[in-house]
C-alpha cells in the first residue's frame, strides 16, 4: 500500500517507489517450463526522507581563523559538506560538525551541507 514498482515488473530486478513511511511485504514468486515456485517474501521498512539540515557557524572569517560549523537534522545518518577555496577543512567531513580554517579573509556564507 505505501510502495509502487515503477519498473522492472515480469524481471529479475524492479525499480520501486516508496509512496510512505512504513514497512511491508516485498514477495516474489518465480515461473518457468515447470510452473511457478513457491513465493519468497523479504519485510522491508522505508523510513522518512530527512529534512534539509539547519547549519549554524559564521558568516565572515579572517584569515586564520577557526570556525565550528554545526548541521542540524533529526533524522540524517550522514552529512556532505562543501566549503569554498578560502577554508581548509581540519575535521568532521561526513560527520554533523565541521571544523574549519580560513586561509585568507574569507565570506564563509558559501559552506553547504546535505
Given at each position: ?13 524492479i ?9 511491508g ?80 579573509d ?9
Amino acid at each position: 500500500a505505501g510502495a509502487q514498482i515503477i519498473g522492472g515488473q515480469g524481471t529479475n530486478c524492479i525499480d520501486v517507489e516508496w509512496l510512505a513511511p512504513g514497512s511491508g511485504d516485498l514477495c516474489v514468486s518465480a515461473s518457468g517450463n515447470c510452473g511457478l515456485a513457491v513465493s519468497s517474501c523479504q519485510t522491508i521498512t522505508a523510513l522518512d526522507v530527512p529534512l534539509d539540515p539547519l547549519l549554524s557557524g559564521p558568516q565572515q572569517l579572517c584569515a586564520g581563523e577557526q570556525a565550528l560549523y554545526v548541521a542540524q537534522s533529526s533524522m540524517a545518518t550522514s552529512f556532505d559538506w562543501s566549503v569554498p577555496a578560502c577554508l581548509q577543512v581540519i575535521s568532521g567531513l561526513g560527520t554533523d560538525s565541521l571544523l574549519v580554517v580560513a586561509l585568507s579573509d574569507c565570506p564563509a556564507e558559501s559552506v553547504c551541507v546535505t
